[in-house]
């Protein structure tokens, strides 16, 4: 079957993002006087949980009701609406840029007709900063279709945001191929149905990927083995072609 669409994660996929939304959650307890801070054993443990209102819940629901302020309804809103802006902020100042391999692939793919997509939990503030800063003004148009933050009602590792990212494509899962980072993301992938290649990313290296089509610690290390090779697409066209096949 002809691959027609590629739907990409944003966070740890696209771009090693992970470090830059710690250092925001951490700049975001700051500003709000709150004696937290998450490093790097703590946030790897927090990313579990998908969607950074979630995560902010989870952590604070450990904490118990007699920390300070964690009773207030609004806190949750307030920390992730500062987040999101400390987070734009490192992202405009050139923080995050496309891992390596990502930015030949939608070239490639608009080129020759292949349509993007993003299919991820993060907010579309967040998308269109990243898109902004790593492709310039017209990022944001590269993807026909950007499937982001609360749009659907179970995150991953529930289907629901490919299963809306599909039906925007009006796309059978077979035609496509998903690129995602996590253990989360494959099976929110895997069960809409989509043959699923794993970027690992920093955070997410030691996951289970059990169904994976392949995995691979960058992009381009697809169609780095023979030289001149194949061309990124033409890879991902291959993978596709083979993860279909033997999916019968």
Not at 17 to 43: C, I, M, V
Not at 201 to 208: L, P
Request: hydrophobic share 40%; net charge neutral; proline share 3%.
């Amino acid at each position: 079957m002809e691959l027609e669409a590629i739907i990409c994660d944003v966070d740890g996929t696209l771009a090693e993002t992970e470090e830059s939304h710690r250092a925001a959650f951490n700049q975001a307890f700051r500003d709000a006087g709150l004696p937290w801070h998450w490093d790097k054993s703590l946030y790897g443990e927090l990313l579990k949980v998908t969607g950074g209102k979630e995560r902010l819940r989870h952590f604070i629901g450990s904490l118990g009701i007699k920390t300070v302020n964690t009773a207030d309804p609004s806190l949750v809103a307030s920390l992730h609406e500062r987040k999101t802006a400390c987070y734009g902020e490192l992202v405009s100042r050139g923080a995050v840029s496309l891992r390596s391999g990502f930015e030949t692939l939608i070239r490639q793919a608009r080129s020759e007709g292949v349509r993007l997509a993003i299919a991820t939990t993060t907010g579309l503030a967040n998308v269109q900063a990243l898109l902004r800063s790593a492709l310039g003004t017209e990022g944001c148009s590269c993807f026909e279709v950007i499937a982001a933050g609360d749009t659907v009602a179970h995150k991953k590792p529930a289907p629901d945001i490919y299963l809306r990212t599909l039906a925007q494509l009006r796309l059978a899962p077979r035609s496509c191929l998903a690129v995602e980072d996590s253990h989360n993301g494959l099976r929110a992938a895997r069960a809409a149905g989509i043959a699923t290649l794993i970027v690992r990313s920093t955070y997410s290296r030691f996951d289970d990927f059990a169904g994976a089509a392949r995995v691979v610690d960058e992009l381009d290390e697809l169609c780095a083995a023979e030289p001149p090779g194949p061309s990124i697409l033409d890879a991902l066209r291959l993978l596709h072609q083979r993860a279909t096949r033997e999916s019968g």
